[in-house]
């Protein structure tokens, strides 16, 4: 017999009891998909606090002790030992690559990393200056239409393609909503150049594809520079059942393009509650202005009666410790020895973590740094224009949301997402 857990409604005395089903890691659930059939009434959860919307065999969080795992390991050890092309493989597949299948999946991704000329004429149809995270969306989606009868549902290599195609051209994609947004040229991307290393150069290079080169004559694109965003690629690449792959799950369960459901999780995703957190955080750090502004500002986090809030601080799973934040917080201490950084929003962001990590009202409420604190001062650190830090969230989290999807695709009696409402109107 399965374990249960029993409801009563008090109105009638009756009592109804629903399945536990265990996880392999993490809390577990109770089965209600028959209350509503077995007592009338709807669950009412809002915000989704307490809500397993699926199952899932990617990514796993334990929020309570920080931890991180992608397909079992650890965020900790993929960060330090491994690229990011090797953690794309690794959650579309279940399995880390062999050096020759990370040379192919590698190759691949370069050869796909060009758009068709149709799609580039599409940046041209929006007003000069859009956010790169409007346009991205628009182009994200317009990418069905050129693939549009290449899908076999059936057939797993359909799946394979159709990920690794949009994994690729993601990086082209938000370098030409960047170039575009500045009035700049748009410059395609190298094939000789790794995955990282091509997204910064086509951010950067001049018409014609050079690169300025440093006066001491340095390469135009640091090691450590490609090897600091391919670590926030990799720290971003999944994050379980979020609020934009819930929305690309939603879009999904409803049979449209996979490509419009990635569309729909990078709008999701640019809200600042979400992903748009990390461009906010360095907005927020220049409106605090200076070292000695911050006391004023934290005294407006803490104020109920102030709408303010703390740019990059909190997070609805983790009570501890986000352990991407650790990571980057090292990422960070590494980059101001390396390239000798010592800039004012820095000095500002270390005395905001020092007093929040200290403060009664973030230590009782749980409110530790979160990812986007961090890469928000990293990104400035690399020169990455502000507009750009959610499009970089949204190239590291493309695999999740295509990963997810399949997952979501090749599920077992996977229904169509329709919650019901609690009605309060006439
Ligand atoms: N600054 C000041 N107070 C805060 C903050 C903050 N950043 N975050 C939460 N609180 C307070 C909040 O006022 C509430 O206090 P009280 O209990 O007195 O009413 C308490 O902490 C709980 O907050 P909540 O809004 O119920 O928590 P939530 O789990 O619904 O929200 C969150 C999580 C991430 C939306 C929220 O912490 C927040 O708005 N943080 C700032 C934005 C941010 O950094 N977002 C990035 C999240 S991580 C990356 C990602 O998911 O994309």
């Known amino acids: 017999m399965n374990d249960t857990v029993t409801i009563t409604d008090n109105r009638t005395g009756k009592s109804y009891d629903f399945d536990i089903l265990d996880g392999t890691r993490g809390p577990s659930v109770v089965n209600i998909s028959s209350f509503y059939t077995d007592t009338g009434m709807f669950t009412y959860d809002n915000g989704y606090t307490s809500t397993a919307s699926c199952n899932s065999s990617i990514t796993f969080i334990d929020g309570a002790k920080g931890e991180l795992r992608y397909r079992g390991i650890e965020i900790e050890e993929l960060a330090e030992k491994k690229s990011y092309l090797e953690v794309c493989f690794l ?3 279940d399995t880390l690559p062999t050096k020759e299948q990370t ?12 758009l068709q000329e149709g799609l580039t004429n599409l940046f041209h149809a929006f007003p000069s200056g859009s956010h790169p995270m409007a346009t991205l969306s628009a182009a994200t989606a317009a990418l069905s239409t050129f693939h549009f009868n290449h899908l076999d549902m059936s057939n797993e ?6 990920a690794r195609r949009i994994i690729a051209k993601m990086p082209t994609l938000a370098a030409f909503a960047y170039r575009y947004s500045i009035g700049a040229c748009f410059i395609q991307p190298d094939i000789s150049k790794s995955y990282t290393e091509n997204f910064l150069y086509m951010m950067r290079a001049y018409p014609g594809g050079k690169m300025h080169m440093d006066m001491d004559g340095q390469r135009a694109i640091k090691e450590i520079e490609i090897k600091a965003l391919d670590t926030i690629f990799t720290l971003h690449a999944d994050h379980e059942q979020n609020a934009s792959t819930t929305s690309v799950r939603n879009v999904a369960s409803t049979g449209a393009h996979p490509y419009v459901a990635i569309s729909a999780g990078v ?4 809200g600042r509650a979400h992903g748009g957190a ?6 927020q750090l220049e409106m605090i202005g ?3 502004n911050v006391d004023a500002f934290i005294a407006r986090a803490k104020d109920p009666d102030d709408e303010f809030r703390l740019m990059g601080f909190g997070h609805r799973v983790y009570k501890n410790f986000d352990p991407r934040a650790k990571v980057l917080k090292s990422l960070q201490v590494q980059l ?3 390239l000798n950084l010592d800039s004012n929003l820095m000095k500002i962001a270390n005395r905001i973590e020092e007093i929040a990590l200290n403060d009664e009202y973030f230590v009782s409420r749980k409110l530790y740094p979160n990812i986007d604190f961090y890469s928000g001062v990293i990104l400035t650190a690399l020169k990455i224009p502000t507009s750009m830090f959610t499009p970089i969230f949204v190239i590291g989290r493309t695999v999740g949301w295509i990963t997810q999807w399949i997952e ?3 599920g077992k009696g996977m229904k169509i997402a329709r919650p019901r409402q609690l009605y309060l109107g006439k």
Do not use: C, G, P
């Open 91 to 93: 959650l579309l597949n």
């Open 103 to 114: 040379k192919e999946f590698d190759l691949e991704l370069r050869h796909r990393s060009f």
């Open 157 to 162: 290599s359909e799946y394979q393609t159709m």
């Open 267 to 270: 709008s999701a995703l640019w």
């Open 278 to 283: 990390n461009e906010s955080v360095i907005k």
């Open 290 to 292: 200076s070292v000695e």
């Open 336 to 338: 101001q020895d390396e």
């Open 408 to 410: 979501f695709k090749k």
